[in-house]
Each structure stands twice: as structure tokens, then as C-alpha cells.
């Protein structure tokens, strides 16, 4: 593999995966640190082959790294999901109001499946389409759509008042 080769597919998949890794993480700092580990592998690894499809490689070295980083550390991660915007309400009840429903998504997001929170975060917060989705996990369409359908399920049933 070349340093152009690389560069190109560092360029094109860093934010993609740092952002996956973010989603089973919850930490942003551990997501950059374990994406930085997966292109520094493949560079060591220097796989022959279409540097298309190294892309799900990967996804599989960081879904790899995540899981031992994971089990070595034996910490519980937070997953939650930060608003990009401020919340502004008009009166103290509604901001008591919008605390107490902002927390309770987090903790039911938190209790979410993996496999649900993921593809949930990945469509809302990346706006990826199911077969953008799809390829990423390399799941199919079908099994994107069903967790999405549990995961909105899920939070429907948790926030209903």
C-alpha cells in the first residue's frame, strides 16, 4: 500500500469510523484513540487488494480494538447522546420538564441493546440512510430496518407519558 493509497483512505473513512467507535463507546477521546490504532494496523498490516473493500477491514480491526479495550478496562461506558444546541425555555417548569425527559432518553438510550443503539445513533446523528447503514455493519437492509423499528419502539415506550 502506498502513502497516497493510505491517505486516501484515511481521508475518506477517519470521521466515519471515529464516529462508529464513538456510538459503541460513548467517548469521543477513546473513539479517536482506538480509530488512530486501526489505521496505524492496517498500515502495519499492509494488505494487498482493492482499497475499496479495506474499508470494512477496518470497521472489523476497530470493532476488534473497542471489544479488547472494553474487556481489558472493565468499565462501564456511558453512552449518551449530546445535543449540538442549547435548550431555551420560556419558564422553570419547562425547563424541569425538558431536563427530566432529556434524562430519561439517556438512560433509556443507555439501557438499549448495542446492536439497537448503534444503528439508532448512526441513522439520527449521521442522518446515514439504512443502505449507508447497512454497509458500514455489514448487515443487510432488512436487519438494519428491524432494529431501527425495535429501537424507535423502545424509546416510544419509555418516553409516551
Known amino acids: 500500500m502506498t502513502r497516497e493509497v493510505f491517505k486516501t483512505l484515511f481521508d475518506a473513512n477517519f470521521d466515519a469510523l471515529r464516529n462508529y467507535l464513538y456510538y459503541r463507546s460513548g467517548d469521543k477521546d477513546?473513539?479517536?484513540?482506538?480509530?488512530?490504532?486501526?489505521?496505524?494496523?492496517?498500515?502495519?498490516?499492509?494488505?494487498?487488494?482493492?482499497?475499496?473493500?479495506?474499508?470494512?477491514?477496518?470497521?472489523?480491526?476497530?470493532?476488534?480494538?473497542f471489544i479488547s479495550k472494553f474487556r481489558h478496562a472493565k468499565v462501564v461506558e456511558n453512552f449518551?447522546?449530546?445535543?449540538n444546541g442549547e435548550y431555551h425555555?420560556?419558564?422553570?417548569?419547562?425547563?424541569?420538564?425538558?431536563?427530566?425527559?432529556?434524562?430519561?432518553?439517556?438512560?433509556?438510550?443507555?439501557?438499549?441493546?448495542?446492536?439497537?443503539?448503534?444503528?439508532?445513533?448512526?441513522?439520527?446523528?449521521?442522518?446515514?440512510?439504512?443502505?449507508e447503514i447497512s454497509e458500514r455493519l455489514g448487515i443487510s437492509i432488512k436487519t438494519v430496518e428491524k432494529r431501527m423499528t425495535k429501537a424507535l419502539g423502545i424509546l416510544k415506550e419509555a418516553l409516551v407519558y
Request: net charge positive; with cysteine; glycine share 4%.
Open 30 to 65: 477513546l473513539a479517536t484513540d482506538i480509530a488512530q490504532e486501526c489505521f496505524l494496523r492496517l498500515w502495519e498490516k499492509q494488505p494487498k487488494g482493492d482499497p475499496d473493500k479495506l474499508k470494512g477491514l477496518l470497521f472489523k480491526i476497530g470493532h476488534d480494538l
Open 80 to 83: 449518551a447522546l449530546r445535543t
Open 89 to 131: 425555555s420560556s419558564s422553570p417548569h419547562e425547563e424541569m420538564q425538558y431536563k427530566e425527559l432529556e434524562s430519561k432518553y439517556l438512560s433509556v438510550l443507555k439501557a438499549m441493546p448495542e446492536k439497537l443503539r448503534v444503528v439508532f445513533l448512526m441513522s439520527r446523528t449521521e442522518e446515514l440512510k439504512n443502505r
